[in-house]
């Protein structure tokens, strides 16, 4: 676990590293423009509102037991990683949309839309700590009910934890905005 401090520092050395990103796309509204991240990560619900987008590479995914777990997590990225070295095919490039709704995932090639998840489906995300630049998660499928461990691979370790924190502010504002709405009942 990380102290309070490294926590921020952390938070900080992501943030810094997502600014200097020539891959990070950030869009609003379906338009696609480039906004500079405000330094703190605090300050970052305004973008965060409207979408955050990072480009990455879809490895695969796998069928998983508990919707949450470190050990879980590392031992189905090693499965998708795995899998996906065997084959000799290019990965879909992607781009990762994350929002206090969920994560949208649209093909960065041909725009089309891959797949939606509400933020509710999603049950845990992380930055593997061997394969550092790969960024999962966990969610329900909304078509089996079985939960999926989703990977991406990034072009660097600090855009893997920055979509790992994003994710989790999207979790903490969606929670704030669900309670702000039920306060009043």
Not at 56 to 83: C, F, H, N, S, W
Not at 154 to 169: E, F, G, H, N
């Amino acid at each position: 676990r990380l102290g309070p401090g490294s926590a921020m520092e952390a938070l900080r050395a992501a943030g810094r590293a997502v600014l200097r990103s020539p891959r990070l796309a950030r869009h609003g509204l379906g338009l696609r423009r480039r906004r500079k991240l405000p330094e703190s990560w605090a300050d970052m619900q305004e973008p965060l509102l409207e979408g955050m987008c990072f480009t990455l590479k879809y490895l695969g995914m796998t069928l998983v037991e508990k919707p949450k777990g470190e050990d879980m997590a590392a031992a189905a990225i090693r499965r998708i990683v795995a899998t996906a070295r065997v084959g000799a095919r290019k990965f879909q490039k992607v781009i990762l949309t994350v929002s206090p709704r969920g994560i949208s995932l649209q093909d960065a090639d041909t725009k089309e839309m891959v797949e939606n998840i509400s933020i509710y489906r999603i049950s845990y995300c992380t930055t593997d700590k061997l394969q550092n630049k790969v960024f999962a998660y966990v969610a329900q499928s909304q078509e089996s009910g079985a939960l999926e461990c989703h990977a991406f691979l990034s072009p660097k370790k600090k855009i893997a934890q920055a979509v790992t924190l994003t994710v989790a502010q999207a979790f903490q504002m969606a929670l704030d905005l669900w309670e702000a709405t039920h306060a009043g009942r």
